[in-house]
């Protein structure tokens, strides 16, 4: 069943309740946001008494947002929508009930299924800026949550047609019309935490790398999607979060399938604070490529910039200076830059970005059979643990370079563990105290730390 089609039949829900409960979420975010001079909303008092017809204006928007509704409904296929499996009923069964967090439109929060699995539940924002603002305008409370509901709608739909690692997945939804003018939404995702730009910066390179590339990779399905071109339109970090270390994009309400239209040239040009391209208007009226170049310039200056040069391996950084170039200039497309991308990871896992070093490794003694007793030791920049020093290498010979360049290093050993490309984690050691024997193991020492006996 559509959307529009549920919406439509005024289908009634179970038992509300993590529903209420969120509805209850919304108006304690009320309280809190009314104290910075927001105002003016009386959004969601219980028990009023039946509401006014809603203004000529209200219900102009309202019709637009419906019929764009049903045309992307439409544009998607009609009623071959995934279904996504939960329901009002599994909602009413849902506990534990926080705030994850909120945007202009929305409100998110974590809940706890019978099941025992953990989702999002995404419902209207009554106190948001969306509702404030159309409150502050109509004065209509429950039109203006209609209104913005509509926006969850749409979100709704595209994922339900849109499946992609990089976008968070559509569990189920429940909706209830009884409430006219107001529908109530809630939405059932898969749970991810917030992207915490600062906390990325301070990850190993690796790891920076993998959230450009699986943006990359989310920017190429929306240039070829089943539903055309789409391009996100309120493209930030915020709108987007992580689910077991994958970047995946959340907020898609403000995303459009329309290619700008135009008559020439002219009306085609792509604004951004910094820097504008003029684009062609092509003969079918639509401006050529507008929205893939849209994304890409906006992975360029959110993404790209922040978290792609620092401390990357120095044999890799002219390929990531001349990504770096080609998306700020537009002069890639989305095509061009996966293949970049794409190269940067092999030249990477295989180890190529190594060649021509001097071979350190010959100065390091062997140790098979044993390794160390795990505690804590001296820290390194960007361990990937934070009781010693932990680093991602492509072989035993880089480790060598890489003990030989720290002062504290003494010893190392290459564990079992694998980061994402495959590549083994090394642990540095600045004793060489506490030996155990491991069949699987070597300890590769350094031949001055173990001044000059022969072992
Ligand atoms: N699936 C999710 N898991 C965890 N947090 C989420 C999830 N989806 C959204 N959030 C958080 O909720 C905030 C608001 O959601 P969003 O869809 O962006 O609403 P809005 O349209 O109001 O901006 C996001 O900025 C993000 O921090
Ligand atoms: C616009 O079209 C002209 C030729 O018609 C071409 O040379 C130019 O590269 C095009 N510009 C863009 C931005 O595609
Ligand atoms: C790309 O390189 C050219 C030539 O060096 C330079 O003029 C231009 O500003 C660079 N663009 C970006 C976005 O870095
Ligand atoms: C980009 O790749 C897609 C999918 O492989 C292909 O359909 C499309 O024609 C390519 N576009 C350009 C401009 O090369
Ligand atoms: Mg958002």
Redesign the pocket.
């Known amino acids: 069943m559509t959307v529009a089609a549920a919406v439509g039949r005024r289908w009634r829900g179970a038992r509300l309740s993590a529903a209420a409960l969120l509805a209850l979420l919304a108006l304690a975010l009320l309280a809190l946001t009314a104290g910075r001079g927001g105002g003016g909303s009386g959004a969601g008092q219980p028990g009023s008494p039946p509401p006014p017809p809603l203004p000529p204006g209200l219900r102009e928007e309202l019709r637009q947002r419906r019929r764009d509704l049903l045309r992307l409904e439409a544009a998607a296929g009609g009623g071959e929508a995934a279904s996504g499996g939960l329901g009002c009923g599994d909602l009413s069964l849902a506990t534990g009930v926080s705030v ?9 929060a ?1 809940a706890a299924l019978a099941g025992g699995g953990a989702v ?1 539940l ?1 419902s209207v ?1 009554g106190a ?1 800026r ?1 509702v404030r603002q159309c409150v502050l305008r109509y004065g209509a409370p429950a039109g203006c949550r209609r209104l913005a509901a509509y ?1 969850l709608l749409k ?1 709704v739909t595209l994922l339900q047609r849109l499946r992609h690692p990089g976008i ?1 997945q559509l569990h189920g939804q429940c909706y209830d019309n009884s409430g006219d003018p107001e529908i109530r939404v809630t939405a059932m ?6 992207l915490e730009m600062i906390q990325l910066l301070q990850t190993p390179w690796e790891e920076r790398f993998k959230i450009c590339l699986s943006l990359v990779e989310l920017l190429f399905y929306l240039a070829h999607s089943p539903l055309g071109s789409i391009v996100l339109l ?1 493209f930030q970090p ?2 987007f ?1 992580m689910v077991d270390g994958n970047l995946k994009v ?2 898609m ?2 995303a459009s399938t329309e290619e700008l239209s135009c008559k020439e040239d002219n009306d085609c040009t792509l604004d951004f604070p910094t820097k504008s391209f003029p684009l062609n208007c092509s003969a079918a009226g639509k401006c050529e490529g507008i929205n893939e170049k849209k994304n890409l310039f906006n992975a360029y200056r959110y993404f790209f910039t922040y978290l792609l040069p620092h401390s990357a391996p120095s044999a890799l950084r002219p390929f990531l200076s001349d990504i770096l170039n080609a998306t700020g200039d537009l002069r890639y497309g989305i095509n061009e830059t996966r293949k970049a991308f794409e190269k940067v990871l092999h030249l990477y896992k295989s180890g190529l970005y190594l060649q021509k070093r001097p071979l350190l490794l010959k100065d390091y003694i062997s140790l098979k059979g044993f390794r160390m007793v795990e505690g804590e030791d001296y820290k390194c920049w960007p361990s990937y643990s934070h009781l010693g020093c932990l680093l991602s290498v492509h072989s035993a010979e880089e480790a060598a370079t890489i003990c030989n360049s720290q002062s504290q290093c003494q010893s190392f050993i290459i564990t079992q563990q694998r980061t994402w490309t495959g590549r083994p984690l090394a642990s540095f050691q600045s004793s060489l105290t506490d030996l155990i024997p491991d069949a699987n193991a070597v300890i590769y020492v350094k031949r001055s730390a173990s001044s000059g006996e022969r072992l």
């Open positions: 994850l967090g909120w945007g202009f439109t929305k409100v998110v974590r999002a995404k924002h948001g969306e926006k979100e968070v995702l898969e749970l991810g935490s917030p309120d915020r709108q979060v959340t907020d309400d403000d």
